[in-house]
Structures are given as structure tokens and as C-alpha cells.
């Protein structure tokens, strides 16, 4: 087992090079083979550490790590190595960085667990762990944003239950035969398989860095969640500083707006975000048709399923003829708006569907509602009038 499993908080140790080599890749990095080191070479979603080789009182950053068969290998700047190397270095980490990445793992695993549990189709694709923020990507059919808080409000119960978080190593054919391990074989290379366990909560194949208990990890915030079709990203943070930014944004939104629920504000304005979502969408498809029919025989007729008041306030203002038809959501009645037809037209549109309602005649308007017909009705009637006429939808 190498030193990062051992103790994720270790921040240094002294190690044989084993072989030194020419980095494949580039030619101006040095490549040193280690069988064991604190220096976590990246994978599982966690970013390799950053840290440095101390030896005759010099430092040498680590610019690159990997992990090759059974070899840690660390990348240094060939133009750094001003003496020659001995052949035991001390290896340093930013611990600082280490513990973050650590509670991160350790939470990403808690959090998507406790999504499987909601979600048993949930098939998770890719983890990228941060120092601030960290994101988990997955792939759910039937995942409801909703369950969000319910989530996270779980999530942090698993935490509290300061559950122990063990590891152990397992041959990769004897790793079938444990119940319920979340494993991706195919991204194994090695015939070991690490299993790590968090209590009897969670139990999944992993190569990264993990806290000791539960308890080590402060709060798991969700702090955003991105959706395509059925890829799901979900944002998560630990830190504390992520949530003060978050806190000053919330004072601020609330001394700007001086609103006591700001919760119930942010849901408004992100529903009002969305019906003007749908004004531009109608105004860009239809805006070729309010353009080019300003002959005066050309009546537009809209059927108006979900636009704003606003906007329909707008299209009635400028436009001359038209008759507006919407349903009114959850009746069986329709709305109907007239302006700037002929008498007989509005007549008979009144008589054949009952149009209850009032004509201003000095605007040439008529307002109605009526409980016979629905939008479709009234445009079929229309179409049988002779009338020269352009529907919007
Ligand atoms: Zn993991």
C-alpha cells in the first residue's frame, strides 16, 4: 500500500529513487521512479498533488506525477537539478491543498451514493475534484431537480453518523464477489483493486484519497446543477470561503431588494426569467409575420398559449387588426380580443359563439370570453369568412 493511502494528512517522507529517466513526453523534464511516496499521482477524478524535492538545502517543484505499473513516477525540470541527485529524496506535499482534495473525494462519494439511493438508474460518468469547487457528472433518465436540498440535507445525516472510512486491497476477480461494490472495471488497470469503504453506508472501487471518518468533512453544499437532456452535472462544495462568497451574495441581494424571503424572490425572478424566455422565443418566430403585414386587409390572428400579459399588451398597442384568442389555463372558457375589424365580422363572431363581453367603439376594441368555443373553433369559423388572415402561434 503506498504512504498517501496509509495517511492522507502525512505531508512528507523520505524515498529511494529508484531509476531516473528522460520524461517521454518532454525532453527538458526528469523523470524519477519511486515504489512508494506520499505523492498522490492523480486519478479517480483527484488531480495529482502539488509539491516539491527537498534535498542539499534545495527545493525542486514537482511539475507533473503518474502512476506506471507499480511505479510512482515524479516530473522535475532537468535546469533545476544544479547538483547531482542523491539517492534518497525528501518529498514534500501542500497539505493544505491534499486535505481539501481528501474531504472532496470523500464527499463526492457520500453525495452520489446517497443519488443512487434516490435514483437506483443513476450511472455515474466523471468526477473532477476541486480545491473549491468539485463536480460530479452522471447520467439519469428520470433525475427531478426538485430533490435537490433533499439530497444534500441526506448527504450531511451521513456525515453527522461520523462513520468510519476504511480501504483495503483486493485481487480484481475476488472484487466480484463483494455485495453491493460500486466498481467500473473496464478503467482498472492493475490486477489490485482498492476497495473503499464508508461505514456500512458506501462501498466503492477507488484509487484516490479518502478522510478517516466521516466526521472530518465540515458540510457538503450543493451549489449548482447543469442539465442536457439526461447528463447531469452537479456542483458541490466544502469550503467555507465558497460559502462566504455565497452569504455576501445573499446579503447583498437582500439590502438591494429588501425583500425578508429572498428564497421566494429568487424563485420569481427565475420563473419571470422564464415566461421572457418564451416572449422571445414566440417574438422571434413570429416577428417575420408582424413585420411585413401592414396592408390594412390583413387581420393576424394569435393564438396566445402562455404568453405574457405584457406582450400581448404590446402587440395589441401596435397592431391594427388582429383578434387574439387564448384559453384561459384551467377553464374550459376562452378569451377573445378584437381590434380594428368591421362590425359585421365582430357580430358574428359574438352571435355564433356567445362572446360575453364589451365593445369600446371609439378604440374599435372588443373583450370577451366565451364558454362555447375553444381557440381552434374560432379560427376554423374564421377561415370561413373570406377573410385574408395570417395566424401566429
Ligand atoms: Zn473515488
Not at 529511494?16 to 511516496?37: C, G, I, R, S
Not at 470523500?106 to 455515474?124: D, V
Not at 475534484?129 to 450531511?156: M, P, Q, R, T, Y
Request: charged share 30%; proline share 2%; glycine share 4%.
Amino acid at each position: 500500500m503506498f504512504d498517501f493511502h496509509k495517511d492522507p494528512y502525512k505531508d512528507c517522507g523520505e524515498y529511494l529513487v529508484v531509476k531516473t529517466e528522460t520524461n517521454p513526453e518532454n525532453k527538458n523534464l526528469l523523470d524519477l521512479y519511486f515504489t512508494n511516496n506520499i505523492f498522490y499521482p492523480g486519478g479517480a477524478g483527484q488531480p495529482a498533488d502539488k509539491g516539491w524535492l527537498e534535498f542539499n538545502n534545495s527545493k525542486i517543484e514537482i511539475v507533473a506525477a503518474r502512476k506506471s505499473n507499480d511505479y510512482i513516477i515524479l516530473s522535475i525540470e532537468k535546469n533545476k537539478v544544479k547538483y547531482e541527485l542523491p539517492k534518497i529524496v525528501k518529498v514534500k506535499i501542500n497539505i493544505n491543498r491534499r486535505k481539501k482534495l481528501t474531504i472532496a473525494h470523500s464527499s463526492e462519494h457520500i453525495l452520489f451514493k446517497t443519488i443512487l439511493n434516490k435514483f437506483p438508474n443513476a450511472k455515474n460518468l466523471k468526477v473532477k475534484l476541486g480545491e473549491e469547487i468539485s463536480e460530479v457528472f452522471f447520467e439519469c433518465k428520470d433525475f427531478d431537480e426538485s430533490v435537490i436540498s433533499e439530497i444534500e440535507a441526506d448527504a450531511n445525516e451521513i456525515i453527522k453518523r461520523e462513520l468510519e472510512v476504511k480501504s483495503e486491497l483486493f485481487e480484481k476477480n475476488e472484487s466480484e464477489n463483494i455485495k453491493e461494490l460500486r466498481i467500473k472495471k473496464d478503467r482498472i488497470k492493475d490486477n489490485k483493486v482498492r476497495v473503499v469503504k464508508i461505514g456500512d453506508f458506501d462501498i466503492s472501487a477507488c484509487a484516490g484519497t479518502h478522510v478517516k471518518n466521516t466526521k472530518e468533512i465540515p458540510f457538503i453544499f450543493i451549489v449548482g446543477i447543469n442539465r442536457k437532456n439526461n447528463e447531469i452535472k452537479l456542483k458541490f462544495t466544502n469550503s467555507s470561503d465558497v460559502l462566504f462568497n455565497f452569504a455576501t451574495l445573499s446579503r447583498d441581494l437582500m439590502q438591494t431588494y429588501k425583500k425578508e424571503n429572498l428564497k421566494e424572490f429568487l424563485r420569481n425572478t427565475i420563473h419571470q426569467q422564464s415566461y421572457l424566455k418564451r416572449d422571445l422565443r414566440w417574438l422571434i418566430k413570429n416577428i417575420e409575420n408582424l413585420k411585413s403585414t401592414h396592408e390594412n386587409n390583413i387581420i393576424r390572428i394569435i393564438n396566445l398559449e402562455g404568453i405574457t400579459n405584457d406582450l400581448q399588451n404590446f402587440i395589441i398597442k401596435n397592431l391594427n387588426k388582429i383578434i387574439i384568442i387564448s384559453r384561459i389555463p384551467g377553464t374550459e372558457k376562452t378569451k377573445i380580443l378584437i381590434k380594428g375589424l368591421e362590425g359585421y365580422t365582430i357580430n358574428s363572431l359574438i352571435r355564433s359563439f356567445e362572446l360575453k363581453g364589451n365593445l369600446n367603439k371609439e378604440k374599435a376594441v372588443f373583450q370577451g370570453v366565451s364558454e362555447k368555443a375553444n381557440p381552434e373553433k374560432i379560427i376554423e369559423f374564421l377561415k370561413k369568412q373570406n377573410l385574408i388572415f395570417i395566424e401566429l402561434k
